[in-house]
């Protein structure tokens, strides 16, 4: 993969934001789990360098718009995904709906071990990536489907449904909804407050059956852009 060398990585001042950023949103990981992230971050350009799995291609900003904004969220969904209202058979397993270079689920996939994170794409390049890391970095809590989400089966159905650059709400509800088990969450990831968003959704009928139950704001760290979380619940 010649095109990889076209550019240098600072790794000591990646590592130093890196650990500035976990500190700031309030992870505490673990060493072993600090490499296994850089780990994943230098797949990610080198196999975006041949495979485009993504637009950005600035090993700094794959950091911050990637993973940092990835990580962000990983303190609510994995407490919504450790939830006790959902059934024993679904609590801990994650879906992450469009998860093209494996954001948010790789990175949530490292920081929690005790999370269970299913990585679903339409585009099998990404996927067959997404394998590749689950092998190499030795994630036995992470895994990767290549199809449709609304084709997906699944009983246990999920704790936690999140999507970080997958669609409208409206057409996250429609294609996923299926998939959440009893007193879970749907968790999408957006940039400025989704009003439109959310506006479409009622004019489509879905408020019936869904509710918003909060729209938090993310700060994540170098970031200098709007973050929220929309929280999605049955009625």
Known sequence: MGGFRYTV????????????????IGLTL???????????LTLLRKWNSVYNLTAIRHADEMLTHHMLDSLAAVPALAEAARSTTVPDAARGRVLDVGSGGGMPGMPLAIACPDVSVLMVDIVQKKTAFLTQCRAQLHLTNAAAHWGPV??????????VITSRAFAELTDFVNLSGHL???GGKLL?????????????????????TWQVEAVPK???PELDAERHLVVLSRC
């Open 218 to 220: 993310l700060v994540v």
């Open 180 to 182: 959440l088990a009893p």
């Open 150 to 159: 609304e084709k997906i089966k699944d009983a246990n159905g999920y704790a």
């Open 9 to 24: 990585v600072d790794e000591a001042a990646q590592r130093q934001r890196l650990e500035a950023g976990l500190a700031a």
């Open 188 to 208: 999408a990831m957006k940039g400025v407050y989704p009003q439109a968003e959310i506006d479409r959704m009622e004019a489509a009928g879905l408020m019936q």
């Open 30 to 40: 673990a060493p072993a789990q600090i490499e296994t992230l850089f780990a994943y």
